[in-house]
């Protein structure tokens, strides 16, 4: 199997945008393979949150210039159930070299591991930060029958438990009995390390922060995010009344209606910008224009948003939840927080201090270059695959 082109199944509930990291980081680890001679394909749900992406079904597709399956999603949004899921995977697993599994508590997951198990086709999880502490905690009830009925054996039987951190595995693996880990970082589209707009571009685009210095948030609007604490930090610093805080996201209605009334009720409500969804060269130009990126949350197994905006030249504020802090912390590429408490101080320092700004996003764009692209990544990942496909 050494050196032949190989061919990988990838299997993930889902691909749509509002799904973030895990959706994206899929389809770019996919055009990687292709690009290196390899043949990536991919199984999913049409799943786009309460709704359904417009794809085809039961064919294979182009999508985002990645071949797809798509098959409905049926019964709500957390399991994704779709059914013929399983009897096509039954059928055509042995079409493949080795499957990558993205999730753990989905029933793409489970069915993926066990057409693998039963065609003795080698398999990847990579848990998605489902397997951490706090996130066992949610629905634990249902996430404990299901580790009981199939998953442990699912994690202890896969040739390799794929983890994004070091921090990820060791939360992981904390008392728990599961297959070999291996850490393979994630990696960002290098678009980010080059594409940069023109000043009139931006202002016709973006008028509402022309000419302002912002804070960014970007990403999907949920709980764990910590969004709330964000606008009321926000509301506390002291720098110049021009400074802005943008966030740029979508989710559930009624919790992006509850950060706008949090937004409404702040001092600074005027100068709180909400925005939806941002893609492609828009979401770069946000990115780049910005004064500082920051993400704080419960739980990120890595942080894509973060990473892009290290390779943007941004510095970064983010806390212990956010898994790339270990990097950050040791590349000093911008700030970490121990307490939710810290968030206003530490915001109120970054942006009186905008040499130290510059000199931290510089360094945090030296670390993505060295660690954190696909020209990297995909040559670690093809290093994996042959190690899973040569003790078949």
Known sequence: MQGSALKILHVIPAVAPIYGGPSKLVLEMCSALN??????????????????????????????????????????????YAPGMSAWLRQNVTDYDLVHIHGVFSWSSIVASKACLARSIPYLVRPLGSLDPWSLKRKSLQKKLLTWLWVEQMLQRASRVHYTS????????????????????????????EYEPSPDWFSKNFPALSCSQYILFLGRLVPKKKLENLIEAFGRIQVNDGLKLVIAGTGAPEYCEKLRALARSSSAVQRIVFMDWVEGGAKTALIRNCSLFVLISENENFGIAVAEAMACGRAVVVNHGVYLCDHILENQSGWVIDKDTELAAVLDSAMQ??????????????????????????????????????SK
């Open 353 to 390: 201090n905008k040499a130290e700004r510059q000199q931290r996003g510089a360094r945090g764009r030296g670390l993505v270059k060295q660690c954190f692209t696909w020209d990297r990544v995909v040559m670690q990942l093809e290093h994996l695959y042959r190690d899973c496909t040569d």
């Open 166 to 193: 070091a921090r990820e595995q060791r939360e992981a693996e904390r008392g728990r009995n599961i297959g070999e880990g291996v850490v393979l970082p994630a990696a960002i589209d290098t678009r980010y390390l």
């Open 35 to 80: 690009h290196k001679g390899h043949q990536s394909e991919i199984v999913t749900s049409s799943a786009d949150g309460q709704g359904s992406l417009n794809q085809p079904l039961h064919k294979f597709v182009d999508y985002q210039g990645v071949r797809c399956l798509f098959f409905a999603r049926k019964f709500g949004e957390g399991f994704k």
